[in-house]
């Protein structure tokens, strides 16, 4: 599940072109590569405008938070997770995106607008990987993971940019994700440590 972003990756990659991990939906890691444009939106579906106390568990509304362990490199993390938005992009903008515009025949881009806040546990010194454990799903399968297509989109943060994060603290972290063009039921799921099982799910049926 985790797919963690190493700055070795990032200091390869041309200026505007970035090599990108794809996750096949519901499948295995393939590559492929997009530029660093996030992608503009069909729909957005708007998060509840009154914030939900925090879950534990089960399916939540837009922007409603979740609370969950991850274990950072230095020490276990407590967050509270929600997903704010999710936007999905159209063919011909997707077809931007990746090198081979063939690959993306049928498909589509979809990023989530995720915010993380520090609960507690330690200093998050650099890097956080929270993020990696941010899934997104069309119609019950998982997409595929596009690595750095969302970083430079507006209201998305940088992880490589993320220092010294202490409780209290949020940071919204993008990902996006190739979903089948004109699914109709899309999720967010976020797990943690010990959630495998029971991840904490964001239903966004308006997105597609």
Known sequence: ?????????????????????????????????ATDDAP???????????????????????????????????GTITYEVAAQKLQVSTEAETRKLVSDPKR????VAAT??????????????????????????????RGGLLIGAAEDGRGCEDTFDIENWKAGQSHTICQTYMIPK???SLEVHWAGEGRSGSPLIWKFDDAG
């Open 40 to 74: 503009r939106t069909e729909k957005v579906p708007k998060a509840e405008k009154e914030s939900s106390p925090p879950a534990d568990s089960g399916e939540l509304k837009p922007g409603q938070g979740g609370t969950g362990k991850f274990k950072e490199e230095n």
């Open 182 to 184: 004109g699914a109709k």
């Open 112 to 141: 989530a607008w995720v915010k993380y806040t520090h609960k507690g546990g330690g200093v998050v010194k650099q890097s956080p990987d929270v993020a990696d454990e941010s899934e997104i799903y069309a119609d019950g399968q």
């Open 104 to 107: 993306a025949k049928g498909l």
């Open 1 to 33: 599940m985790l797919h963690k972003k190493t700055a070795l990756l990032r200091a390869a990659a041309p200026v505007a072109v970035l090599a990108l991990a794809v996750t096949a939906c519901g499948g295995h890691k393939k590559t492929a590569s």
